[in-house]
């Protein structure tokens, strides 16, 4: 890459994938952009992009590809079916920033190797609020030189990025760090139901833990970014989330359950949460 400001593709305009693109073009960096839909291309109004007819037509315009797509099959499909990988240039980069299996991650390196592409996972944590005020943390996995190639990229809408090892890496940080939250939650239900069965105030008791030292992450989201009207969806998600971690540490053994029994609670108890938090 001989610019200061390399050609960054752009395949994913969700919740969270948008404002990062949004991001990316208002840094000053070429953006090109894929959809399936027409239409999707509207969350970039504003915004100074080329659209691409073809994956294969973003592949070739671009330095830096960043794939920001549901789930492990749709970035398999894209990068292989959709001619992603054979379009792109020697030395190029593909970033893979969705939630996977850390095998997979793995994977798509080696594929990528035959085409001198190189291979970062990427998985952002910080939710669709955290991408509008461009302070996601990026948890990285791959090369330690590829990572600093792209860091400019992932600082026009990251405030922390963490290089946590090699392929797979980011992804397995990124399912522990969810872990943890969907657990937070569970010990929240919990302690909830204890307070309320002591007949305290739940909202004030709430009140006061979030501003004091047993506040979390978990407790701060709720009845803020996690509400009645998504606890449902995001509820969903986190189950989702789940099932690939059940997968991505199946090796370890059935000691680890305890751990993974909590969090799936936890996602299972998140609507009943935001219900108690606002009532």
């Known amino acids: 890459m001989t610019s200061m400001h390399p050609r960054i593709g752009w395949i994913g305009l969700g919740d969270q994938g ?9 840094a000053g960096f070429p953006l090109h952009v894929w959809a399936r839909h027409k239409a999707s291309l509207d969350v970039l109004d504003g915004f100074t992009y080329e659209a691409c007819s073809t994956v294969a037509d973003l592949g070739t315009d671009s330095d830096i590809v960043g794939l920001c797509l549901n789930d492990d099959p749709d970035v398999r ?8 990988l054979e379009s792109l240039k020697p030395g190029a980069v593909l970033v893979n ?5 850390p095998a997979f991650a793995a994977e798509l390196a080696r594929l990528a190797v035959p ?5 970062l996972d990427a998985p952002v944590s910080g939710g669709h609020a955290g991408a509008v005020e461009k302070r996601l943390t990026v948890l990285v996995g791959g090369d330690p030189d590829v990572v600093a190639t792209v860091r400019p990229v992932f600082e026009t809408f990251a405030t922390t990025v963490a290089h946590l090892g090699g392929h797979g890496a980011g992804q397995t940080g990124k399912l522990l760090n969810n872990t943890l939250l969907m657990a937070n939650q569970q010990n929240i239900a919990e302690l909830l139901d204890v307070a309320g069965r002591l007949g305290l105030d739940l ?5 006061v833990i979030r501003a004091g030292t047993g506040s ?34 199946a090796l370890l053994g059935d000691e680890i359950d305890p751990l993974t029994d909590r969090a799936v609670a936890g996602a299972e108890a998140l609507p009943r949460l935001a219900r108690l938090v606002t009532s």
């Open 115 to 119: 085409h001198q592409v190189r291979v």
């Open 216 to 249: 979390s992450v978990a407790l701060q989201s709720l009845g803020c970014t996690i509400t009645t009207d998504n606890a449902e969806h995001l509820s969903r998600l986190q189950l989702i989330d789940m099932d690939i971690y059940r997968k991505a540490v």
């Open 77 to 84: 499909e894209v990068v292989t079916n959709g001619g992603l």
């Open 97 to 101: 920033f969705g939630t996977g299996l």
């Open 18 to 26: 948008a404002p990062m693109a949004r991001a990316i073009a208002e």
């Open 203 to 207: 909202s004030a008791l709430v009140n």
